[in-house]
């Protein structure tokens, strides 16, 4: 059974189609970063995996569940999800612990199944684990952009899922704390035989730190693996001349 | 007498508690304006018509209208909030529902008008048996509901995206909640009037959000607020020649500015 399998999948908002006869298989727990200029429809493909929008067409099974047309809620319990920041409202004075326990809600939904003991404590572990348990009580609004993100971390790894899905999460953090954060996301798929899939525009960490690279290009998906100096090679070939320009490049791969 | 007064305020001052604080929230104080402006809209049409087919509008035709036109302001607002547009279409409605309003008071006789102008400045004291019981039933209703669905409101409130991802009913849980701002505030249009409705269920969450207060602090807290501004009105407005409507507004505003001030100076 496969983790992930997507059969030329097409999806879009509006008239708008973002991915077009998108094909991607990942067949054991990995470390998975997707790539890609802006707006060629990375989180796109994030949010049709988190169940948030509906394909056009094609085929997409996670776990062995088909969730193209209808997306069980056995499977989304299933999934550690960490949105961009900016869908977050500030105007709500919420508690990291808040925030962190917001993250059983579809695991222990009404009526409560997990008593309030049980809930500290792993949220006392999953914050500790993320070097943030000393900051539960704070206000989520009040914390830099690098806490927060850790703390939208946490939220998704309380319920301990199978896969996580992480769209930027590496965005407003320091070089330190980004190693720090990938370091456990690797923990995770080594050790704890996680899935993570990671959007993010740095195309140095995809290469560091994933064992799949997946590249979405004019609505498509292509992928490369990151030890294989050929696929590093066609990676580089592939990618888009003006957004490597940008990309800080810390090591060279090639050459 | 009195003892109904003080059932209706501590019903009121109990919902809007919740609703005041989910309204800042989940950025829903537009809404507020919408449906009273709906509720006003939607009572003077009913007048209109009792006037020119010549029936008398009791307290039951008036609560069908208000729950009817709530649900389907509320219901427009939630679809819309899907496509992020929930500030311009509750700006049109708002516009629509004022000059429907408007127009239709305006050819209303002089005794119906005075009716119309009760909903405006309110009316508390003139409160029946069987407003007492709807209110009091709505409560009851809207207060289990805001309890027990206290986290999944939150997080739709704090994080719709994250919380459409979970497996709860985020769409639906939407509209439960819009829905449940909405009823409280045709029930404070109806009992304490336009004026009051806008002070007790806009300001104290409003101010009270930007106070560093704890969710539950807050809303316990707007709650105390809204009671102690009920009863002081009334009790003030029956030995000064006053609206109890303008003092509440006034009482509540400087009560729910005393925490956002705190704040300010301490920091």
């Known amino acids: 059974m496969s983790i992930i399998e997507i059969r030329g999948l097409s999806a879009g908002y509006g008239r708008k189609t973002v991915l077009s006869n998108l094909n991607l298989v990942i067949t054991k727990p990995s470390f998975v970063s997707v790539i890609g200029p802006n707006g060629a429809g990375k989180t796109t493909l994030l949010r049709v995996l ?25 499977i989304k319990v299933r999934l550690g999800y960490v949105p961009q920041r900016d869908s977050i409202n500030y105007a709500v004075p919420v508690t990291v612990f808040d925030v962190i326990v917001s993250g059983l809600i579809d695991v222990c939904p009404a009526p409560r199944t997990v008593t309030k003991r049980e809930v500290r404590q792993r949220a006392c572990r999953v914050a500790s684990a993320l070097g943030i348990d000393d900051l539960l009580d704070s206000y989520f609004h009040e914390l830099s952009g690098g806490l927060q993100q850790r703390v939208l971390l946490a939220r998704a790894l309380i319920k301990d899922p199978d896969i996580l899905l992480l769209d930027e ?38 290469l560091e730190w994933s064992d799949l690279v997946v590249l979405i290009s004019r609505g ?14 066609r990676l580089l070939e592939s990618y888009p001349e003006e957004e490597r320009k940008i990309i800080p490049s810390r090591r060279p791969y090639c050459g | ?61 008036e609560w069908l209208m208000l729950v009817l036109l709530t649900t389907v302001v509320c219901l427009a607002v939630g679809r819309i909030r899907e496509h992020g547009e929930k500030e311009l279409i509750s700006a049109v409605i708002f516009a629509l529902t004022l000059s429907i309003a408007a127009l239709f008071m305006a050819l209303l006789p002089g005794n119906l008008i005075a009716r119309m102008w009760n909903f405006l400045t309110g009316s508390i004291l003139l409160v029946t048996h069987l407003d007492l019981l709807i209110v009091s039933v709505i409560s009851l209703v809207t207060c289990s509901l805001y309890t027990f669905f206290y986290r999944e409101f939150l997080l ?13 009913p985020a769409r639906l849980l939407n509209y439960i909640l819009s829905m449940l701002i909405s009823l409280i505030t045709i029930v404070c249009v109806y009992t304490v009037g336009l004026f009051v409705t806008y002070s007790i269920l806009m300001i104290p969450g409003t101010l009270l959000s930007r106070a560093r207060l704890r969710t539950n602090s807050m809303i316990v807290l707007s709650s105390a607020i809204v009671l102690l501004s009920l009863l002081t009105s009334v009790l003030l407005s029956s030995y000064v020649p006053v609206p109890p409507s303008g003092l509440c507004g006034i009482i509540v505003c400087v009560l729910s500015l005393v925490p956002y001030l705190a704040r300010i100076i301490r920091t």
């Open chain 1, 50 to 74: 988190a169940g948030l929008l509906r394909p056009r067409g094609g085929l997409v099974k996670i776990l062995g569940v088909d969730v193209s047309k209808k997306f069980p809620s056995s």
């Open chain 1, 169 to 206: 999460p590496l965005s407003n953090l320091d070089e330190a704390t980004q190693q720090e954060v990938l370091k456990l996301l690797r923990h995770l798929v080594d050790k704890h035989l996680k899935t993570v899939i990671m959007v993010t525009h740095d195309l140095d960490v995809a």
């Open chain 1, 220 to 233: 498509g998906a292509r992928t490369f693996k990151p030890g294989v100096h050929e696929d590093v090679e």
């Open chain 2, 1 to 61: 007498m009195l003892g109904e007064v003080l059932l209706l305020s501590l019903f009121i001052a109990l919902t809007s508690g919740f609703t005041t604080s989910y309204a800042a929230f989940s950025r829903s104080e537009f809404l507020i304006v919408t449906v009273a402006h709906s509720a006003l809209a939607g009572l003077s049409v009913l007048y209109y018509i009792s006037y020119i087919f010549g029936f008398q509008v009791s307290s039951m035709h």
């Open chain 2, 156 to 168: 739709i409130s704090y994080d719709y995206e994250y919380a459409l991802s979970t497996g709860i």
